[in-house]
C-alpha cells in the first residue's frame, strides 16, 4: 500500500492542501503546530472514517477537525496505490456528508458501507491493525507496551510477554475480558444448575435461594411465582363458581321446598280438622260394628250358659259316687295292712322263741369264767415256762442193766435205752432199778412245790372245762360268743315288735282287724281318684266357661241394660257416623301420594326442617362466596397470565444470553489454548533485532526476572529492567516492538507507518541507528515521518516535504 | 315506526392497564370518556335502545364508584331503554354486589338482561320489543347460554325480537378450549330471531362499515385495550325496519390507538420511515410496541436509543423491545476495530465462523467493548 497524494479544502486548520508522497520515506516536516498531526489524522480519516457520522455521539469529531469559526464541513482526499493499481478515495464531513471511492477500473462508489468494504479487500489490513500499528502515536504505543509490561502476573518468557502485547493492542485486557465474562456469567447464573436447568439443589419457589442468586434464577422465581398465583386464582375462581353453582342449587332447592311447604300449609287446617273427625269416624264405625255383633251374639251366649249349668250338675254327682266308691276302698287297704303286720308279729315271736330255746342248751358262759380259764391256763403255762428255762441234754451212751427210767420235768418216767439222747426241762431224773437214782433239777425251782402248783392248776382248769361242757378256754370262748349273738338278737326282735306294736297288743290288732267289713270287689283306689281328678277338671272347664258367658252377659247387662236396648243404640251410632261423614265430605284431601294425615304432619315438618336447614346452608355459601371472593388476587388470571407470559419471555432472554457467554467462554478459553501454544518466535527474533538496532546495540533482551521484569542487558554486561530505563530507551523497545509488529502484520508485502517524531528521546547515536532502521523499513515500505526537527529529517533522508 | 338500536359491549371498565404504568390512569378515564361518548352518539341518532352486549365492566370486584359513574353515564341516554347484559367478565350469578349496585345506580331506564327469559320492553315505552339475553352466569362456560331459547315453545308476540348474547363466535375468534360460553352462526339461527347483539370479540363482526344483508352482529370493544387490538374502536349503529330488516352502520367509538409493530430494521432509513408512520394521525393516541430486531452498522444501533427517546416523547406510550436487534458484526467490523492477531480480533473472527453463534458473537463483542480501554 502507498499513499501517493492527499488533499483536503478544509481540515481543520488546514486549507486547500495538497500534498504528495513518494514510496519509502517521506519526512513530513514543520515546525509545531503547523498542522503535521492534522494531516497525518486527515489521512486516518479520510481512508477510515465514515463520511455520515452521528451528529451527537460524533460531535466532538466533527467539533475537532470543522474549521473555525464559520466552517461547516470539512474533507479529506487520498490516491492509493495498492499493487500498482490506483484508488482514489474522498470523503466530506458536515451537513452534506459524502464519500466516494474510485475503483481501479474508473468506477465509483458512493455507498458508504461498500466503501469500506472495498477499502478492506484492497488494504488487506483491517482497520483497527492500521489505526494501532500504522497511525498509532508513539506516545499510545509505549501506553500499551507499559500496561503489558505492568502486569507481571503472566509473564514468564519473551514470546508471552509478545504474544500478550500483541493481544492486547486493542487495549482489551484478556484478564479483564475473563473476569467480566465470568462476572456476567455469574450474574446471570448464580444458582442456576445449568445442567439441570433448575435452580441449585431444586430449591423451588417453596424454599428459594436468598443470597448468591442470579439473574436467571430471580427470573425463574418471578416466572415460577406468578405461575403459582395463576393456579390460586384459577383454583379459586373454580370455588368461586363452584360455591356459585352451589348457592344456585341450594336456591333452586328453597324454592322447591317452600313452594311445596306453601302449598300444604294451605291444606293445613282441613286436614287437621280432618284428623280430629276420621278417628271419630271410625270409632262409631267401630261400635257400630260391636253392637251388631252383641245383637248377634246375645241370645246365643245365654243358651250356652244353661248348657253348661246342666252338664256342671251332672259332673258333680258323678264326683261324689266316686269319693264314696274311694272311701271303701281305702277300708280294705287298712284291713290288709293290719293283717299284713299281725303275720309279722307272730314271725317275730316264733324267731324270739327258737334263739331262747338254743340259749337253755348249755351252761351259760360268763366273762368270769373265760377270765378263770384263762388264769388257770396262765399259771400251767408259767411253770412250763420256769421249767423250759433250765433246759438239759444227755446222752446216754451204755446202759448195763435191764431197765432203766428217765423221768424229765413234770412228766411222767419213760423207759430208756442205750444208746440214746435226750434233753429235759428244769428237772431231770434218771432211775436204772438198783442200780442208779439220778435227779437233777434248777437250782431255784422248788421242784414239788411246782409240780403240786403245776397239777393243781390243771385240775382246776380241767373242773371248770367240765363244768362249762366245754374242751377247752376257746371253746368256751366260742360258746360265750355264740350265746352273746342269741342274745343280742332276741333283744333286736322283741325292739323291733314294741315298735310294730306301738303299745298295742297283738290281740288288740286282731280284734281292729276283725272289725274292719269291707266288700271283696272293691276298685283299686287309685283309679277311682284319677277318675276324680279328670271329672273335677271338666267341672272346673265348664264352671270357667260358664263364668265367662256369665261375665259377657253381665257386661252387657251392665253397659245396656236389656238386650231390647241395644238395636236403640246401634241405630243412635249409625246416625252420628252420618253426620261426622257428611262433615269430611267437606273438607280438603290429602294431597296425592300421601297416605295418611301422620305423613302429612311428617312431610311439613321435614320440610320446615328443610327450609331450615337450606337457609343455613345458604348463608353459610354466601360467607364462603365473600371470602372466596375477598381471597381473589388483585389481579385476574388473565392479567396475572399477561404477567406470567412476560416473565417467561425474560427468564428465556436470559437463558439464551447465558448460553450465549457459555458459547462466548467455550470459545474464548480455546481461543487461549490455541494461542499460548503460538510461540511468537519470528516475532520475537524481529524484535530482538529492531531492539539492537534502536538502541544502537547497547541493549539485547535477556530473561525475565523473578518480579517478572524484562531485563535489558546492556553492552557492558549490566542488566537493567524496563521500567527504570530511560525514556529515549523506552522509546527504543516501544519502536522495536512496533517494527516487529509491523512486520508481523504486513507478512511481507509493501506496507506503510505513520511516524511522528519518535526519535526526539534518542541520543545522537541511537538517533542515528534508529534513523537508518527507519530508512532500512522504508525500502520494503512506505513511510511517513513527521517532525518539527530538520537535523533530524536530514538525519533520515528521503523524502522532505514540507509543511 | 323504524327501531334504532345502539349497539356495544366489551367497555371493560375497570381494567387496570398495569402494563402501561405511565397512562394506566389514561386508559381508565378513557373508557368513561368513550361510554360517555357512545351515548352522546346514540342519543345524537336518536336511538331507541342502547344495548351492552357484555362486559360493561372488566371484572366483577369493579369498584363501586366506578360501577356508579358508569350507570350515571348510561342514564344520560335519552332513549326509552338501556339493556345491559353481564357477559363472561361481569358475570352476574346472583350473588355479586355488582349488579345491585348498578341496578341502583343506572335509572329506570335501564334494565340487566341477567335472566333466561323473554323481556318485553314494552314496559320501557318500547312496544312490540322484546329482547332475548343469553347472560354469562360465570367467568368461564363451555355452554352457551341459548338453550333455552331454542326449547321456547310460545314466544311472545312482538314486531321486532332482538337476541343479546356474550361468547366467543365461532370463526370470529378462537376459543380452544370451550370456555367462553362458545356459539356458532348456526346456533344463533336456530333461535331465528330478527337480530342478535353479541359481544365478548373485540373485534367487531361483520366486516364492513355499512351493512343490510346481516342480523348476527358483534359490536368489538368501542375502546381498544391491548396490543391485540389494533382497530380505533367502534360501535353499531342499526335501524330495525318496521319489515325487521336491519340497516347497520359502524361508528368509530374510540380514542385510544394501540400498535404492535414487529420489524426489521436496516438502517437510518427505516428508523426514519417508522417515525413518520408512527407519528401520523393523532400520535399522542397511540400506544405502541415495537419489537424490533436486524442488523444495524454500530453508529446506528446506538442512534437507536435516541431515537427511540424522541419517540416516546411524541407519543401516549412506547415500549421499544430490541434485543434483537444487534449491531452487524461481521469480519469487516473486527478488522475495522481490532488489529490482526489481538485477542478479540481472534475470538470474535472465530465467532463469526457460524451462524449459530450469532448471540455469542453479539455478547462476546458488547464484552470486548465494555473492557475495551478499561
Not at chain 1, 446216754?396 to 435205752?417: C, P
Not at chain 1, 538502541?695 to 542488566?719: C, K, P
Not at chain 2, 332513549?79 to 349496585?101: F, K, M, R, S
Amino acid at each position: 500500500m502507498l499513499i501517493r497524494q492527499v488533499k483536503c479544502r478544509r481540515f481543520a486548520g488546514l486549507k486547500d492542501k495538497e500534498l504528495t508522497f513518494g514510496p519509502g520515506l517521506n519526512v513530513l516536516l514543520g515546525p509545531n503546530e503547523a498542522g503535521k498531526s492534522t494531516l497525518v489524522d486527515a489521512i486516518y480519516h479520510t481512508l477510515l472514517q465514515d463520511a455520515t457520522v452521528d451528529r451527537r455521539r460524533q460531535a466532538s469529531f466533527l467539533k475537532q477537525y470543522t474549521p473555525h469559526p464559520s466552517g461547516d464541513f470539512f474533507d479529506g482526499a487520498l490516491h492509493i496505490e495498492l499493487s500498482g493499481q490506483q484508488l482514489k478515495v474522498e470523503k466530506e464531513w458536515g451537513r452534506h456528508p459524502r464519500a466516494q471511492l474510485e475503483l481501479p477500473n474508473g468506477n465509483l462508489v458512493r455507498d458508504e458501507a461498500q466503501i469500506r468494504e472495498l477499502l478492506r479487500e484492497h488494504l488487506q489490513v483491517g482497520e483497527g491493525s492500521l489505526a494501532t500499528l500504522v497511525f498509532a502515536r508513539q506516545s499510545e504505543l509505549k501506553e500499551a507496551v507499559k500496561q503489558v509490561l505492568s502486569d507481571t502476573a503472566t509473564q514468564t518468557e519473551l514470546g508471552s510477554l509478545l504474544r500478550k502485547t500483541v493481544m492486547e493492542l486493542d487495549g482489551v485486557s484478556i484478564e479483564q475480558l475473563k473476569e467480566k465474562l465470568q462476572e456476567q456469567l455469574k450474574q446471570l447464573l448464580g444458582r442456576w444448575d445449568w445442567e439441570r436447568q433448575r435452580p441449585e439443589g431444586g430449591r423451588g419457589i417453596d424454599n428459594p435461594w436468598k443470597a448468591g442468586t442470579g439473574a436467571i434464577v430471580n427470573a425463574y422465581y418471578q416466572k415460577e411465582t406468578l405461575r403459582q398465583q395463576m393456579r390460586v386464582c384459577q383454583q379459586l375462581e373454580v370455588s368461586l363458581h363452584q360455591i356459585s353453582e352451589n348457592l344456585k342449587q341450594t336456591g333452586e332447592k328453597r324454592a322447591r321446598v317452600s313452594a311445596e311447604l306453601e302449598m300444604l300449609l294451605v291444606l293445613d287446617d282441613d286436614i287437621n280438622k280432618r284428623a280430629a273427625l276420621e278417628p271419630q269416624l271410625e270409632m262409631q264405625k267401630r261400635l257400630q260394628q260391636e253392637l251388631m255383633q252383641i245383637n248377634k251374639d246375645w241370645p246365643k251366649v245365654e243358651m250356652q250358659a244353661d248348657l253348661k249349668r246342666e252338664e256342671l250338675a251332672q259332673l258333680r254327682e258323678t264326683v261324689k259316687q266316686l269319693g264314696e266308691e274311694l272311701k271303701l276302698a281305702d277300708q280294705l287297704k287298712v284291713k290288709q295292712a293290719i293283717d299284713q303286720m299281725i303275720e309279722k308279729l307272730r314271725g317275730l315271736q316264733a324267731e324270739i322263741g327258737q334263739l331262747q330255746g338254743k340259749l337253755a342248751e348249755r351252761p351259760l358262759i360268763s366273762k368270769q369264767d373265760i377270765a378263770t380259764l384263762e388264769q388257770l391256763r396262765d399259771q400251767q403255762i408259767k411253770w412250763e415256762a420256769k421249767l423250759q428255762a433250765g433246759r438239759m441234754i444227755g446222752e446216754l451212751s451204755k446202759l448195763n442193766a435191764s431197765e432203766g427210767w428217765l423221768t424229765k420235768g413234770f412228766g411222767e418216767r419213760e423207759r430208756i435205752v442205750a444208746p440214746m439222747q435226750f434233753s429235759a426241762d428244769g428237772y431231770l431224773k434218771l432211775t436204772v432199778p438198783e442200780v442208779l437214782e439220778l435227779e437233777v433239777k434248777a437250782l431255784d425251782i422248788d421242784m414239788d412245790q411246782a409240780r403240786q402248783e403245776y397239777q393243781a392248776a390243771i385240775a382246776a382248769y380241767r373242773d371248770t372245762l367240765a363244768q362249762l361242757a366245754v374242751s377247752s378256754t376257746e371253746q368256751a370262748r366260742e360258746v360265750k360268743q355264740q350265746q352273746d349273738g342269741y342274745r343280742a338278737q332276741i333283744k333286736r326282735l322283741e325292739d323291733e315288735l314294741t315298735v310294730f306294736l306301738k303299745g298295742r297288743t297283738l290281740d288288740d290288732m286282731i280284734t281292729q282287724s276283725e272289725a274292719l267289713a269291707v266288700p271283696s270287689m272293691v276298685r283299686d283306689a287309685e283309679l277311682i281318684r284319677r277318675e276324680m281328678q279328670q271329672r273335677e277338671l271338666e267341672r272346673v272347664e265348664k264352671q270357667g266357661q260358664l263364668s265367662n258367658l256369665e261375665q259377657q252377659m253381665n257386661a252387657w247387662e251392665s253397659k245396656y241394660g236389656q238386650y231390647d236396648e241395644v238395636l236403640l243404640k246401634l241405630v243412635e251410632v249409625k246416625r252420628k257416623a252420618d253426620d261426622i261423614l257428611a262433615q269430611l265430605s267437606g273438607l280438603a284431601t290429602l294431597p296425592e301420594g300421601m297416605g295418611s294425615i301422620d305423613e302429612f304432619r311428617q312431610r311439613i315438618r321435614t320440610l320446615r326442617q328443610a327450609k331450615d336447614d337450606l337457609y343455613k346452608q345458604t348463608e353459610d355459601l354466601r360467607d364462603s362466596y365473600r371470602n372466596a371472593q375477598a381471597n381473589l388476587p388483585e389481579e385476574s388470571y388473565e392479567e396475572l397470565q399477561a404477567g406470567y407470559q412476560d416473565a417467561e419471555a425474560r427468564f428465556n432472554k436470559l437463558l439464551k444470553q447465558a448460553q450465549g457467554l457459555l458459547r462466548v467462554q467455550q470459545v474464548l478459553e480455546a481461543k487461549l489454548a490455541e494461542i499460548s501454544s503460538n510461540p511468537f518466535s519470528a516475532l520475537a527474533e524481529s524484535f530482538k533485532r529492531y531492539l539492537s538496532c534502536f538502541t544502537a546495540g547497547n541493549y539485547s533482551v535477556g530473561d525475565i526476572n523473578e518480579q517478572f521484569e524484562l531485563i535489558i542487558h546492556r553492552e557492558d554486561g549490566v542488566s537493567l529492567p524496563l521500567n527504570i530505563l530511560s525514556a529515549g530507551t523506552y522509546d527504543g523497545v516501544a519502536l522495536a516492538l512496533r517494527f516487529a509488529m509491523l512486520e508481523h502484520l504486513f507478512q511481507g508485502r509493501n506496507g506503510l507507518v505513520v511516524l511522528d517524531d519518535c526519535l526526539v528521546d534518542l541520543d545522537p547515536q541511537r538517533k542515528q541507528q534508529a534513523a537508518e532502521t527507519i530508512q532500512e523499513f522504508a525500502k520494503t515500505h512506505q513511510v511517513i515521518f513527521t517532525t518539527c526537527d530538520p537535523a533530524t529529517a536530514e538525519l533520515l533522508g528521503g523524502t522532505t516535504i514540507r509543511l | 315506526m323504524a327501531l334504532k338500536v345502539f349497539h356495544t359491549g366489551d367497555v371493560h371498565i375497570g381494567m387496570r392497564f398495569n402494563r402501561y404504568e405511565t397512562i394506566k390512569q389514561d386508559l381508565i378515564e378513557a373508557r368513561f370518556q368513550t361510554l360517555r361518548r357512545m351515548v352522546d352518539m346514540a342519543n345524537a341518532e336518536g336511538c331507541n335502545l342502547f344495548v351492552v352486549a357484555g362486559d360493561l365492566f372488566d371484572n366483577v370486584r369493579v369498584p363501586k364508584g366506578d360501577v356508579r359513574k358508569a350507570a350515571r353515564i348510561l342514564a344520560e341516554f335519552s332513549g326509552e331503554c338501556v339493556a345491559v347484559l353481564p357477559g363472561n367478565h361481569d358475570y352476574d350469578d346472583g350473588q355479586g354486589e355488582l349488579w345491585p349496585i348498578f341496578t341502583d345506580a343506572a335509572g329506570d331506564r335501564a334494565c340487566v338482561l341477567n335472566s333466561m327469559r323473554p323481556m318485553d320492553l314494552s314496559a320501557y315505552g318500547l312496544d312490540g320489543v322484546v329482547l332475548y339475553p343469553a347472560p354469562c352466569d360465570a367467568k368461564h362456560s363451555d355452554q352457551h347460554r341459548l338453550g333455552w331459547i331454542k326449547q321456547l315453545t310460545e314466544r311472545p308476540a312482538a314486531k321486532w325480537q332482538i337476541g343479546v348474547g356474550h361468547g366467543a363466535l365461532s370463526g370470529l375468534s378462537p376459543d380452544l378450549d370451550s370456555r367462553y360460553f362458545n356459539m356458532s352462526e348456526a346456533d344463533l339461527k336456530f333461535c331465528n330471531l330478527d337480530l342478535w347483539c353479541l359481544g365478548h370479540t373485540h373485534i367487531a363482526y361483520p366486516a364492513g362499515e355499512q351493512l343490510t344483508d346481516s342480523s348476527i352482529f358483534n359490536c368489538g370493544t368501542p375502546e381498544p385495550d391491548g396490543l391485540d387490538c389494533r382497530h380505533q374502536g367502534s360501535a353499531w349503529l342499526m335501524e330495525l325496519g318496521e319489515d325487521r330488516s336491519v340497516i347497520a352502520k359502524r361508528v368509530t367509538t374510540g380514542s385510544y390507538q394501540f400498535a404492535d409493530l414487529q420489524l426489521t430494521v436496516q438502517g437510518h432509513d427505516d428508523f426514519e420511515a417508522l417515525t413518520r408512520q408512527l407519528l401520523a394521525d393523532n400520535p399522542q393516541k397511540k400506544v405502541v410496541r415495537l419489537r424490533l430486531n436486524g442488523r444495524l452498522d454500530e453508529d446506528i444501533y446506538r442512534y437507536r436509543l435516541d431515537w427511540s427517546g424522541q419517540l416516546r416523547d411524541q407519543l401516549a406510550y412506547l415500549d421499544v423491545q430490541d434485543d434483537d436487534l444487534r449491531v452487524r458484526i461481521n469480519r469487516s467490523l473486527i478488522d475495522r476495530e481490532f488489529t490482526l492477531g489481538s485477542f478479540p480480533h481472534g475470538l470474535l473472527s472465530a465467532l463469526t465462523e457460524s451462524p449459530d453463534d450469532d448471540e455469542a458473537l453479539q455478547l462476546a463483542y458488547e464484552l470486548v467493548k465494555g473492557v475495551k480501554g478499561c
